[in-house]
T-cell receptor
Framework: AQSVTQLGSHVSVSEGALVLLRCNYS??????LFWYVQYPNQGLQLLLK??????LVKGINGFEAEFKKSETSFHLTKPSAHMSDAAEYFC???????????FGQGTRLTINP | SAVISQKPSRDICQRGTSLTIQCQVD?????MFWYRQQPGQSLTLIAT?????????ESGFVIDKFPISRPNLTFSTLTVSNMSPEDSSIYLC??????????FGSGTRLTVV
């Protein structure tokens, strides 16, 4: 069955430091992959998506993610954290043609001043 | 991307009662999706709603508990029936995006007392 695993339910970094949020998928065929952000008391906002074009995907707010088939990973990175990046981040996968998202458990990102 | 309006944004309900959540999209869409986010948890798909046909429910969700209407291509409702405290969650509707990925409403925060 399709699944998504996010390593680390909480990640804390200092302002200006590198942000790395980990996501691994389980699927025999590479799925579509997404990163969403959820700010407190808000819905989900799409940060970026992988749909089998370039393996390095750039998103909004300076985030990017790299699809690595050999590692079944789609980790999210940002070179320099900003206080406004504090939020919950969800990795999700979609089996091609399924039109159904499977979400990871989420990672809460805290930014220390 | 489509803009989704979801109402109510939050509600506190007595156990045993029902709540109907509305989702309005600013453009016509074929499929609408309803998700549940339990406290501190990730998102789980409840059902997929196509206009003109019965909703398709995921494992663990039944129509008697979560009846869904889809009267036209821009609107859907989800009813949470005979509520118990375990139904306290955030409920979100979602639609597919032409650019790939999915757009989410801001969610309905339900507390059952």
């Amino acid at each position: 069955a399709q699944s998504v695993t996010q390593l680390g339910s909480h990640v804390s970094v200092s302002e200006g430091a590198l942000v790395l949020l980990r996501c691994n998928y389980s699927s025999s065929v590479p799925p579509y992959l997404f990163w969403y952000v959820q700010y407190p008391n808000q819905g989900l906002q799409l940060l970026l998506k992988y749909t089998s074009a370039a393996t390095l995907v750039k998103g909004i707010n300076g985030f990017e993610a790299e699809f690595k088939k050999s590692e079944t990973s789609f980790h999210l990175t940002k070179p320099s954290a900003h206080m406004s990046d504090a939020a919950e981040y969800f990795c999700a996968s979609e089996r091609r043609g399924a039109q159904k998202l499977v979400f990871g458990q989420g990672t809460r990102l805290t930014i220390n001043p | 991307s489509a803009v989704i309006s979801q109402k109510p944004s939050r509600d506190i309900c007595q156990r045993g009662t029902s709540l109907t959540i509305q989702c309005q999209v600013d453009s016509q869409v074929t499929m609408m999706f309803w998700y549940r986010q339990q406290p501190g948890q990730s998102l789980t798909l409840i059902a997929t709603a196509n206009q003109g046909s019965e909703a398709t429910y995921e494992s663990g969700f039944v129509i008697d508990k979560f009846p869904i209407s889809r009267p036209n291509l821009t609107f859907s409702t989800l009813t949470v029936s005979n509520m118990s405290p375990e139904d306290s969650s955030i409920y979100l509707c979602s639609v597919g995006s032409l650019e790939g990925g999915y757009t989410f409403g801001s969610g309905t925060r339900l507390t059952v007392v």
